[in-house]
């Protein structure tokens, strides 16, 4: 009987639960989707007990479709989307739907802290106070919901809810708590003087974990209704970029990693908090135990991709509408995409700037717009790759993970925009992968995760920059960095008068 490993990787648009044997092949796999809630602009909000419901599903079907039995699975982990606040009352019940890393309700929240702690917050956080992060959120409900708050006990992230509904025991690990800018970074406890300063009880905060450290076994109610046995081991788990980064073996500097799901990123690993990147990027905690990473986000990358599909595409696969774009050319024959239809994080932190397409001409056939949205995606990128370059990072190699490394196209296109060679991973399940590892290594089949990384992390194809293509690039990636600052105040005044409609 071969023993596996499960990693959950709770995505945005959907649940991931990958099984993965002591070689780090992946045996099976089983995914399912959950809706995104968008009341209103600036609104992104799910409900938790979709993703319980969900990941069961999941876990079923892979149980059902595979050879795999409940009796094989030694452990399990997770890889967790970000920041997204979970309340929780006094039994630990839920109170309101889950505002998610793309809410970006909370302007006057994060003004608040910034007039009441000033710099000292990046001091302490290693990151600025922005609309996505936990704190302003639960500063948010505090303001607007007080009923709500009243009743507030305890908060976590969504990874760490999943966790606590398949073990009965609450945490949260360190490199998703970094992420609530509640943390102090450096020491990976609780903030006590930012908690004093806000007026948040430290007792609402939940108590930390390694990433790789024991959480619990499957409860008695979970086995009940997953299949799953008590027997399985569950671990921390990550916040979705550091297990991205670990299954994606990005263990030093040399290499960086971009991944498009519904937000995308540009990481780079970092070894301590000496880098002075003033909250322009994010700085994280990583799943490697004292190690960190930095990131620079885009809200809306695979998002941009999913919506142009869902509006103009509804019908078709997302190979089909992808690999439309390589009928046009290189600059979608003079076409731009800004990604930025949910606002921008980095390196723009702007909740009211949108996206535009500039340039749009009569002859103009849809196959052009799905190219310049691709490609304003890793425009979008480079723009964090450049800031990378000016602050001396010498990676010379881009691990490309999530949704959007199913695609060779895109993989070439990044490629061409960074001047630098991308690779792609066996299986595009980077944050799958990490969350498997992490139970690997928490089991003991590994000593430590680098250990870990040299049997799971398989690379696949290499792409390499062609070098007219990427300097053609170079010329329309000029034009694309005029576009933020030259719509910024149409795209602002449009959303102002959005709002009053
Ligand atoms: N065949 C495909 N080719 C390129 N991109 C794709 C394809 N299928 C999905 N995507 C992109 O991948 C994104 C989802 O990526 P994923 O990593 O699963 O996201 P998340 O973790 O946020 O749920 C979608 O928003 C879409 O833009
Ligand atoms: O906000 C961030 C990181 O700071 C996002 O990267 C979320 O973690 C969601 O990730 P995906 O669902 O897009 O993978």
Same mark, same amino acid.
Request: with cysteine.
């Given at each position: 009987? %071969?023993?596996v490993? +499960?990693g959950?990787?709770?995505?945005t648009?959907?649940?991931k639960?990958?099984a993965?044997?002591?070689?780090?092949?992946v045996?099976?796999?089983a995914s399912?989707?959950?809706?995104?809630?968008?009341s209103?602009?600036?609104?992104?909000?799910?409900?938790?007990?979709?993703?319980?419901?969900?990941?069961?599903?999941?876990?079923?079907?892979?149980?059902?479709?595979?050879?795999i039995?409940?009796?094989?699975? !030694?452990g399990?982990?997770?890889?967790?989307?970000?920041?997204?606040l979970?309340? $929780?009352? !006094?039994?630990?019940?839920?109170?309101?739907?889950?505002m998610?890393?793309?809410?970006?309700?909370?302007?006057?929240?994060?003004?608040?802290?910034?007039?009441k702690?000033?710099?000292?917050?990046?001091?302490?956080t290693?990151?600025?106070?922005l609309e996505?992060?936990?704190?302003?959120?639960?500063?948010?409900?505090? !303001?607007?919901?007080?009923?709500?708050?009243?009743?507030?006990?305890?908060?976590?992230?969504?990874?760490?809810?999943?966790?606590?509904?398949m073990?009965?025991?609450?945490?949260?690990?360190?490199?998703?708590? %970094?992420?609530?800018v509640?943390?102090?970074i450096k020491?990976?406890?609780?903030?006590?003087?930012?908690?004093d300063? +806000?007026?948040?009880?430290?007792?609402?905060?939940?108590?930390?974990?390694e990433?790789?450290?024991?959480?619990?076994?499957?409860?008695?109610e979970?086995?009940?209704?997953?299949? +799953?046995?008590t027997?399985?081991?569950v671990?921390g788990?990550?916040?979705?970029?550091?297990?991205?980064?670990v299954?994606?073996?990005?263990?030093?500097?040399?290499?960086?990693? *971009?991944?498009?799901g519904t937000s995308g990123v540009?990481?780079?690993? !970092?070894?301590?908090?000496?880098?002075?990147?003033r909250?322009?990027?994010?700085y994280e905690?990583?799943a490697f135990p004292k190690k960190?990473?930095s990131?620079?986000?885009?809200?809306?990358?695979?998002?941009?991709?999913?919506?142009?599909?869902?509006?103009?595409?509804?019908?078709?696969?997302?190979?089909?509408?992808?690999?439309?774009?390589?009928?046009?050319?290189?600059?979608?024959n003079?076409?731009l995409? %800004?990604?930025?239809?949910?606002?921008?994080?980095?390196?723009?932190?702007?909740?009211?700037?949108?996206?535009?397409?500039?340039g749009?001409?009569?002859?103009?056939?849809?196959?052009?717009?799905v190219?310049?949205v691709l490609?304003?995606?890793?425009?979008s990128?480079?723009? $964090?790759i450049?800031?990378?370059?000016?602050?001396?990072?010498?990676?010379d190699t881009? *691990?490309?993970?999530?949704?959007g490394?199913?695609?060779?196209?895109?993989?070439?296109?990044?490629?061409?925009?960074?001047?630098c060679k991308v690779?792609?991973?066996?299986?595009?399940?980077?944050p799958?992968?990490g969350?498997?590892?992490?139970?690997?290594?928490? $089991?003991?089949w590994?000593?430590t +995760?680098?250990?870990?990384?040299q049997?799971?992390?398989?690379y696949?194809?290499? /792409? /390499?920059?062609?070098a007219?293509?990427?300097e053609?690039?170079q010329?329309i990636?000029?034009?694309?960095?005029?576009?933020?600052?030259? %719509?910024?105040p149409?795209?602002?005044g449009?959303?102002?008068?959005?709002r009053?409609?």
């Open positions: 009987m %071969t023993a490993v +499960l959950v990787d709770l995505g648009s959907a649940v639960v990958s993965i044997n002591k070689r780090g092949e045996v099976a796999q399912e989707s959950y809706d995104l809630q968008q209103h602009p600036g609104y992104s909000e799910q409900n938790p007990e979709d993703w319980v419901t969900q990941t069961t599903k999941a876990i079923r079907e892979l149980l059902k479709q595979s050879e039995t409940a009796a094989q699975i !030694e399990l982990s997770y890889s967790g989307q970000m920041h997204g979970v309340l $929780l009352d !006094e039994k630990n019940e839920v109170l309101r739907p889950a998610l890393w793309n809410d970006t309700r909370t302007t006057k929240q994060c003004q608040e802290i910034t007039d702690i000033g710099d000292k917050f990046v001091d302490i290693g990151n600025r106070p996505g992060f936990t704190l302003p959120k639960l500063l948010w409900v505090k !303001e607007n919901e007080p009923d709500i708050w009243q009743q507030a006990k305890t908060f976590l992230l969504p990874k760490d809810y999943l966790r606590y509904r073990t009965g025991n609450l945490a949260m690990d360190e490199s998703d708590a %970094t992420g609530t509640l943390l102090d020491s990976g406890q609780w903030s006590k003087e930012l908690c300063e +806000l007026g948040i009880s430290l007792s609402m905060c939940p108590p930390l974990i990433s790789i450290e024991y959480a619990g076994n499957i409860s008695d979970y086995q009940e209704l997953s299949g +799953l046995s027997d399985i081991k671990f788990g990550a916040a979705d970029n550091a297990a991205g980064a299954g994606a073996g990005i263990l030093s500097s040399d290499k960086a990693m *971009v991944s498009i540009v990481l780079k690993y !970092e070894n301590d908090t000496q880098k002075e990147y909250g322009v990027v994010q905690r990583h960190f990473y990131m620079g986000v885009t809200l809306a990358a695979g998002f941009s991709l999913s919506w142009f599909k869902k509006t103009f595409a509804p019908d078709e696969s997302f190979n089909d509408v992808v690999a439309s774009a390589g009928k046009s050319s290189i600059g979608a003079g076409l995409f %800004t990604p930025y239809i949910v606002g921008e994080r980095a390196p723009y932190a702007d909740v009211n700037i949108r996206g535009s397409f500039i749009i001409d009569g002859g103009h056939q849809r196959y052009d717009f190219r310049a490609e304003g995606i890793i425009f990128f480079e723009d $964090l450049k800031l990378y370059q000016q602050n001396g990072a010498d990676f881009i *691990v490309s993970i999530g949704g490394a199913k695609s060779p196209l895109w993989l070439q296109i990044q490629a061409n925009i960074f001047n690779v792609s991973l066996e299986n595009e399940q980077g799958g992968m969350a498997a590892m992490i139970a690997a290594t928490g $089991l003991g590994f000593t +995760l680098t250990d870990c990384a049997s799971f992390v398989h696949g194809k290499a /792409y /390499y920059p062609v007219d293509q990427a053609k690039y010329k990636y000029k034009l694309y960095q005029q576009v933020y600052a030259q %719509t910024k149409i795209t602002a449009l959303l102002e008068q959005r009053s409609n």
